[in-house]
């Protein structure tokens, strides 16, 4: 049900009424509803220029759309974000790029600090113990990691959320590993946070790309060992 009321950070028709769900955002282009912390805000800033907000603090009313890159390329190209503000918007050319690093910068912020936190492990064998003790609320692979040795890590486990942002060198570095294909966060708020940014970060950035098909699973577990 479509609320007529308004908050600090929209007008009419762009809040959604959820009840004890909270207030969700409805996306300028596919009128969807969403909740805040899985879509993008938008919000004008000087000069008319358009600002992304990721973490959805500025001051001024937001515009919100899907974390989509489809999404974020109707809205760029079709006026979308003109016609919500109702008056000439300045759209940066490097917009989409802005947003994807930013949303990979989050997701390698929040693996390091829940390293730093004590709230993750790295590695098949520590991942796997984790697993069996019933503690994970995140598990983390590399994106060119081996589709076998994924789903043999998850064997018993298929209910576990599971993320890939980043490439098995990328998440080395944040371990101070060269390599590191499987990583686990405790359950808690860094897993929910973390879950939340790598699906903004993924549809952003589009499919992740998984490992070519002569990586076998072998080689894999003995560079994230």
């Not at 937001?62 to 989509?68: F, P, Q, V």
């Not at 990979?104 to 390293?115: C, F, H, K, M, W």
């Not at 064998?125 to 040795?149: F, H, M, N, T, Y």
Request: glycine share 10%; hydrophobic share 40%; charged share 25%.
């Amino acid at each position: 049900m479509l609320s007529g009321q308004c908050d600090s950070d929209g007008t009419p028709g762009d809040v959604c009424d959820a009840g004890e769900r909270g207030s969700l955002r409805r996306c300028l282009v596919t009128r969807v509803c969403g909740r805040p912390e899985s879509m993008l805000r938008f919000v004008v800033g000087p000069g008319q220029i358009l600002v992304p907000d990721l973490n959805a603090r500025l001051p001024g009313r937001g515009m919100w759309l899907s974390a989509r890159r489809d999404v974020l390329e109707t809205a760029r190209t079709r006026g979308v974000f003109a016609r919500a503000a109702r008056s000439q918007i300045i759209i940066p050319p490097d917009l989409l790029t802005v947003i994807e690093f930013g949303l990979q910068r989050r997701v390698v912020e929040l693996l390091g600090l829940a390293r730093r936190a004590g709230q993750s492990v790295s590695g098949y064998a520590k991942v796997r113990e984790w697993i069996d003790l019933r503690c994970v609320g995140l598990i983390v692979q590399a994106s060119d990691g081996s589709p076998d040795e994924r789903t043999r890590l998850l064997s018993g486990a298929r209910d576990l959320p599971v993320v890939m942002p980043l490439a098995a060198a990328s998440l080395g570095h944040i371990f101070s590993r060269e390599r590191v294909v499987h990583a686990a966060l405790r359950k808690g708020a860094l897993a929910i946070r973390l879950q939340q940014e790598s699906e903004r970060f993924a549809g952003v950035a589009g499919t992740v790309a998984l490992c070519a098909p002569d990586i076998a699973g072998d080689r894999v577990e003995q560079a994230d060992k």
